[in-house]
């Protein structure tokens, strides 16, 4: 599979459209402002580790005066505004979004280092969509079967993998019910949550609605152990999910988790094979693997297995790695170094402990973080690379025989965010939702996301619902 | 409207009237039958010339809305949610000119005009949020007692015939027709007999907000004339009669119920308050509940 008919010529984006600051402040009560204390740190580009800006680490006094800011917004605007008005708000933030599409998406792609195809076509879309059907509800809280009174100050801490769109779940869910929010974005991952401080801006949100304080996991700390903060929201890890949820202990806080997650893809003989790769490969590799409900364990049904992964290995060797902005790019940048580390110790993991490692050959770019994508066959349940959320382009595989065992080794983990099913069976993909522990399970597809439908997840992958009716629950009271 | 007077002196400017015209498909033409009448402000002073429709118009119009059916009920409900935002925005920027075609209409002071238009605006703005949200409200997964997978959803009903307020004549308009396409509908209306002219001119927004030529199909003329054939039509499934003129409304019903179509009935010895908040019935009057059963098991 190595000889290739076609070679692909270069298609990059251009960034000309991106206008990045040398600085950023912090965006609170309206307006960016230069933080009390802390050094700037710097972002980068994962793809060229070339400095994108220099953003500032909010402190104590600086999450005081966000909180303070989102307060005031909240008792005398916001949370008095007639839904109809804020609704209109957010519509106008949706279709500023619509109207800047293409240079959010480069931006997205130069800070995180997802390829552009995906930033393009994914993130930025749903991002629209989220604000607008969440402005749509926002006049409609009676019929929510929620309640109608918002909560108070939302504390919102997001993760690096999908920046904007992870904003997009907190932030308008959280305004459309009249909450004020304080939102802390990646450190590794600001840009656009700062661009989208502009958007506000432009749509001349009242100020003190959204505040966005930029730092490391100590400003996130700081600003969800906030006295005056009426309710949380955090994706990010399992761990600090937990130390969240220690931390609210005996407060009347509210809070929702969306954390780690490690899904099984489950294959059965009778599934559409050639559909079943594109969804494995989507499942596990989309986004380089950096999505907390990625099909990360491919449960295989033994007859099949031999022709699965001979066509899942032939459909890997397609892949195009690389340049992030090119637009025939399939696999972008690991997102930080660390994270490289943390995938390439997992992987020394899996190969220690018995696993057979296998990856496409491609070749890697000298700058950046990358790593090829990669399968392990072979792999038990004892593994730690079944068992731990590597979050990265690293495949596990494992075999069934029936419907029971491929229960009951999907359901053997902490997690419970998401789950994929393949057959051709209606009857059969029914009852194995019924009887998976995960919050979101998906039939003959993966990865699949809109701003209608509810994702969250059972056990250790948190909980509480983002999008559609029931993540208005969340915000309400 | 004729802000100018007739009287052209050297130096004014002879402004250029309108020619009011139907909306059947996405285009205007004039009533097949080439009549018109006239259409006076609330003091009896001339407006213009509105077309009077015939028979065939209506037909034609019911063909036009039923062509438009499979891709209008077909889109998404988010494309539709954006195709109905997109008509606010494209009403916000007339928002002069209906004022000023409001007050003249129903002679109400231009600060009433201006809150009914705003009130307008406002209302697509509501509707656009419902559709790919009443399916959440009024949908719903079934517990069987047994081992099925049941569960409900509202689909559209296909052509909506629509008898609009006589006297609210962009505001009320906007409300009755709005609900109906949000949810997928298409929709033939008949638009107030003595006030026509905000409607054609909602028409020409209409025609520039990305939605489908024949999801919605205006008619000016009597409702007398018209309404019953509308009412008596087979390839019409529902009817909105909760505007009908009192006289006409209990025939209506009768012509309706020859093919079922669904009615919404009057329920006000008067027009509705139209400021009043909405609710759901209007959403909810021209849509199907559809139950599938899929079974569970290995």
Redesign the interface.
Known sequence: MTSKLFDYAPAPESRAIVDIRASYGLFIGGEFVDPIDGEPFKTINPASEEVLAEVSDAGQADVDRAVAAARTAFTQTWSRMPG?ER??YL?RIARIIQERARELAILESLDNGKPIKESRDVDLPLVA?HF??Y??????LK?SGYGETPIGVAAQVIPWNFPLLMLSWKIAPALACGNTVVLKPAETTPLTALAFAEICQQAELPPGVVNIVTGAGNTGRMLVEHHYVDKIAFTGSTEVGKAIARSVAGTKKRLTLELGGKAANIVFDDAPIDQAIEGIVSGIFFNQGHVCCAGSRLLVQESVADDVLERLRRRMSTLRLGDPLDKNTDIGAINSAAQLQKIRELSQIGEDEGAQRWSAECALPDRGYWFPPTVFTGVTQAHRIAREEIFGPVLSVLTFRT?DEAIEKANNTPYGLSAGVWTDK???I??MA?RLRAGVVWANTFNKFD??SPFGGYKESGFGREG??HGLEGYLR | MSETGSDVGESTRLSVRKTYKLFIGGAFPRSESGRSYVVNDASGNFLANAALASRKDVRDAVVAARAAVKKWSGATAYNRGQVLYRVAEMLEGRREQFIAEVAASEGVSASVAESSTDAAIDRWVWYAGWSDKIAQVVGSSNPVAGPFFDFSLPEPTGVVAIIAPQNSSLLGLVSVISPVIATGNTVVVIASEQRPLPAVTLTEVLATSDLPGGVVNVLTGKVSELAPWLASHLDVNGIDLSCAPPEQAVDLERAAAENLKRVLKPDHASEPDWNADPGLARLTAFLETKTVWHPIGV
């Open positions: 109809r609704a209109k519509f969509a607008f059907y402005a749509g509800w926002a006049d409609k019929y419907p209606g009857s059969r029914l009852s019924n701003p209608t559609g009716r």
